[in-house]
Structure formats: C-alpha cells, structure tokens
C-alpha cells in the first residue's frame, strides 16, 4: 500500500510511544474532507486489543502530535485496532495474511481492471499473488507498491466454525501489474 511522507513521518514519530504502552503501530492513515481531517491510527497487540489500549495510544499520541505540531490543521484522532477486515500496510502484513481472501485496488489498470477479489495465495519478493475468485483460478502476481489499498475479507463462517486459514494452491498464472 501506498504511504504518504506524512503518514511516515508520523509512523516514525508515535512508533516508539505506542511500543511501549505495550501495542505494535498496525498503520495510519489520514482522511481529508473539505475542512475536516481525520487521523486513524491502528494498534495491534499478540493477544487482542482493548478499549482501554486505544484509549492509552490515543492519549499518548494526542499529547506527542501536539507537541511536535506536525499536524498543523485541525483534525480528530481516531485509535483502534485494525479489526478483522485489517488493511494490509506492509509487506509482513500480507505475508500474515496469505490463505485469506483480500480485496485489492490497484494504483493502475491490470487487464482493464482496477480491483481485484481473491486469495493470497503467496508473498515472494515484495509481490503478492493472488488467486482470483472468479471460475478462472487465474492468479495474479501484484507488485506490493502497485497496490494502492488491499484489506482482509473475513470469512465468518469458517472464523465461527474454528476452521483454519486454507492452504494455498496454484492456479494459472495471469498477468503482472
């Protein structure tokens, strides 16, 4: 996924902060709207995050983006956890992911097509492969930084029957972004 210098820059400046209130920075990003802008920031912990975390980081990183005035309009905060439908920022991120079905919007057209549905099937040198769901089993090799936005489709039914992710197979191999 694409992140902007802002985004980065706070990234490197919370980062530190939010690892030490016992929370891992999952990602950020900053929604802008006519005069309105929102800064989400998402946490992670190995067991589950809860509402008191996000209300700590909030806190926490409130006090520090005041201080260090790198948002200089004003905006709202927003802290939570990246959810079951958690979008993919990094490439560990969807190396975490492979087996689960994700939803992809790509930076530019790939055989027309600027989203793509299917199953990570593979993360091999900062590509992600991805079996379409459609009859086709094509797959598609996606350069990470051609991604513009790709989130986790949870599967509820399998998440509430306690099944694991499922394996990945191969499939035919269609086209390269």
Not at 23 to 28: D, M, R, T, V, Y
Not at 46 to 68: M, N, T
Not at 97 to 109: C, H, K
Request: aromatic residues 4%; negative net charge; contains cysteine.
């Amino acid at each position: 996924m694409n992140v902007n210098a802002r985004e980065r820059n706070i990234a490197q400046l919370i980062s530190p902060t939010v690892t030490e209130l016992g929370c891992q920075l999952w990602g950020i990003e900053i929604h802008t709207g006519g005069k309105h802008t929102k800064l989400c920031i998402y946490i992670d912990r190995p067991d589950r995050v809860s509402v008191d975390d996000c209300e700590r980081v909030s806190r926490a990183v409130s006090d520090l983006l005041d201080v260090e005035d790198v948002m200089p309009e004003h905006f709202t905060l927003e802290v939570s956890s990246p959810g079951m439908d958690r979008i993919l920022f990094q490439p560990e991120h969807y190396a975490g992911a492979v087996g689960e079905r994700i939803d992809v919007r790509l930076n530019v057209p790939l055989e027309k097509r600027k989203r793509i549905q299917g199953v990570l099937v593979a993360v091999e040198d900062n590509e992600a492969v991805l079996r379409e769901d459609a009859g086709a089993q094509e797959e598609f090799v996606l350069p990470i930084e051609s991604i513009a936005r790709a989130r986790v489709v949870p599967d509820f039914g399998r998440i509430a029957a306690g099944k694991p992710k499922p394996k990945s197979g191969k499939g035919k191999r269609a086209g390269r972004a």
